[in-house]
């Protein structure tokens, strides 16, 4: 069997991997047990020097990694170049940070000494999505490395000339192969991948069913797993914003990536006295937004990255506009181009509220009070992260303790960035990524007592 990947904009087959058979995919499992047991001995200074080698190699074929992205997915090439460099960004990272981040923790007992030791577990399987094909591995990798693990991965298959790349990325680097391996295999094989005893745990991004179905199956294993699941993020817009910023922000934390992001904005709630004003201003930036050839440096909007996703999207915009609400600009799909849309009088009772839209439509909540604006946050069953926007000092103390969300960013977008843990709550998901929390998930927290 082979897997297929297929350019969105075009239509023309990109890729065709053959698949793993079980013999294949037994191989790759013990050379990464067999790599396991040999680099969790390396030092840290080791580690650091193949992570910066992996941060020169992403940087100089930086555009050749990038035009594979946009080929297999759509994204704008100029977006799928600040991928590639933000993945540099993630190694170099944790190259500095990992030693002090897992050296031992000295606590005081009744003991002579008393002390933490963080130590690798071996293999983890990582299960990843298409619409940031590098951003997610290497923010998995990246930190799994230099704690003393091996990876395996499981990607999307529209994404698995780019996964391909990735392994490239590491063998260029000079990284021994057992450290990195890509499986080109389809779904219905990561139960027993996952059931595997040289897995030991398993990390994954992507919908809550995929979430769901594999946390199941780790946790009868009695293996730990992370997930980063979907999100419904607000831009929660206060009549004290500073206008014009606010409205660049808006537009980028919703229509970056075409729209398809977790951590996007995906509800814009605004405060009425302001809603006429403010959406004029949002409106006008998104209609300048250029839709195009995404292998041209200034398209910002692609086309999705397949049909059937932009038909989804269609979809729950038909049924929320049987429901009431009303297109502002927008609103048309072709094939797997959607035109960037503005969508007003959305109520949380509305399916493009309720649930995730992952692509470039954006619903318009209004608000009167602070409360209401936090009631309105909180009632989506997603808790990924939240933006808010207002000059007020009093204002942010008192709502950021009260959301529910994995992260509030004031007065700009939720974005991942290597200093600080990401992750989300509620059907988002559980467990964290980056910073010291993200490289502490998978190792072994070893107490040592001696008296």
Known sequence: MNIVSTNPYDGIEVAKIKALNLEEIENKIENAQQTFLSWRNTTFAERSQHLNNVA?????????????????MGKPISQAIAEVEKCAWVCEYYAENAPSQLAPKEIKTDASKSYVRYEPIGVVLAVMPWNYPFWQVFRFIAPALMAGNIGVLKHASNVMQSAENIQKVFERAGLPKGCFQNMAVG????????????????????????????????????????????????????????????????????FQNTGQSCIAGKRLIIHESIENKFLEAFAKAVTELKSGDPMEEDTYIGVMAREDLAEELEDQ???????????????????????????????????????????????????????????????????????????????????????????????????????????????????????????????????????
């Open 187 to 254: 779904s219905e094989r990561i139960e027993n991948i996952v059931r595997d005893s040289r897995i030991k745990a398993i990390t994954l991004t992507g919908s809550k069913p995929a979430g769901a179905a594999v946390a199941s199956t780790a946790a009868s294993e009695i293996k730990k797993s992370v997930l980063e699941l979907g999100g419904s993020n607000a831009l929660v817009v206060f009549d004290d914003c500073n206008f014009e910023e606010t409205v660049q922000t808006c537009v980028q934390a919703r």
């Open 317 to 451: 915009l038909n049924k929320s506009i049987a429901e009431g609400a009303k297109v502002l600009i927008g609103g048309h799909r072709q094939k797997a181009y959607f035109e960037p849309t503005i969508v007003t009088g959305v109520t949380p009772e509305m399916t493009i509220f309720k649930e995730e839209t992952f692509g470039p439509v954006i619903g318009v909540t209004t608000f009167k009070s602070d409360e209401e604006a936090l009631n309105l946050v909180n009632q989506s069953d997603f808790g990924l992260g939240v933006s808010i926007f207002t000059e007020s000092q009093e204002r942010m103390e008192t709502l950021i303790p009260q959301f529910e969300d994995g992260a509030v960013f004031v007065n700009d977008m939720v974005k991942s960035n290597p200093n600080l843990p990401f992750g989300g709550t509620k059907i988002s998901g559980y467990g964290r990524e980056l910073s010291i929390d993200g490289i502490q998930e998978f190792v072994n927290k070893k107490t040592v007592y001696i008296k």
């Open 56 to 72: 020169k190699e992403l940087r100089k074929n930086a555009h050749e990694y990038a035009e594979m992205m946009t080929k297999e």
